[in-house]
């Protein structure tokens, strides 16, 4: 069965300091990984994807097709870093989409 | 702008009253679809659209119906609407290369 896991439902962590969100998949085929985040009071929206291989934001996350993972990460977090992330992973047609439940990030000041 | 709007955004009704949530996005895109939100599950998939007229089941699609009659509309039909159909509905659309648009979502409660 298709799934995304995503372990914490919330990490707190102060300002400046590293962040990693986990997330882990499983899927009978060749997955495409995706990260959107939803800030307060704002639409949900792409963070970045795999298949671009983008840092934005200064966050990057690398796909370990043997862990099965696509964990997110930042080395030094802000404070407007605070959101929900939501992992998601599609097959190569782009047409089902299966998200994680979502990880609450506080950067404490 | 470039958005996608779902109407109502927030609506309570009773069991077995029809209703319909409407999706309507002006960016052109050919790829359409639905999603729930509950809490501790995520998103889950309902329905999904490639393109006019061609609709598809996602992960949860019993109790609900889509058509895809213009390309820029995707409306949500419950035809009998249950308590367990209680939860946010986000509506999205995309492009190939899976950025998907989303809607502000719309809070149904089904008593």
């Known amino acids: 069965a298709q799934r995304v896991t995503q372990p914490e439902k919330l990490l707190s962590v102060f300002k400046g300091a590293p962040v990693e969100l986990k997330c882990n998949y499983s899927?009978?085929?060749?997955?495409?990984l995706f990260w959107y985040v939803q800030y307060s009071r704002q639409r949900l929206q792409l963070l970045l994807r795999?298949?671009s291989r983008e840092s934005i934001k200064g966050f990057t996350a690398d796909l370990n097709k043997g862990e099965t993972s696509f964990h997110l990460k930042k080395p030094f977090a802000q404070e407007e870093d605070s959101a929900m992330y939501y992992c998601?992973?599609?097959?190569?047609?782009?047409?089902?989409?299966?998200f994680g439940s979502g990880t609450k990030l506080n950067v404490k000041p | 702008e470039a958005q996608v709007t779902q109407n109502p955004r927030y609506l309570i009704t009773v069991t077995g009253k029809k209703l319909t949530v409407t999706c309507s996005q002006n960016?052109?895109?050919?790829?359409m679809s639905w999603y729930r939100q509950d809490p501790g599950l995520g998103l889950r998939q309902i329905y999904y659209?490639?393109?006019?007229?061609?609709?598809d089941k996602g992960d949860v699609p019993e109790g609900y119906k889509v058509s895809r009659k213009e390309k820029r509309n995707f409306p949500l039909i419950l035809e009998s609407p249950s308590p367990n159909q209680t939860s946010l509905y986000f509506c999205?659309?995309?492009?190939?290369?899976?950025?998907?648009?989303f809607g502000e979502g719309s809070r149904l409660t089904v008593l």
């Open positions: 999205a659309s995309g492009l190939r290369g899976g950025e998907l648009f």
């Open positions: 899927y009978s085929g060749s997955p495409e």
């Open positions: 795999h298949i």
């Open positions: 998601a992973l599609s097959g190569f047609n782009f047409n089902k989409f299966y």
């Open positions: 960016m052109n895109h050919e790829y």
């Open positions: 659209s490639m393109n006019v007229e061609v609709t």
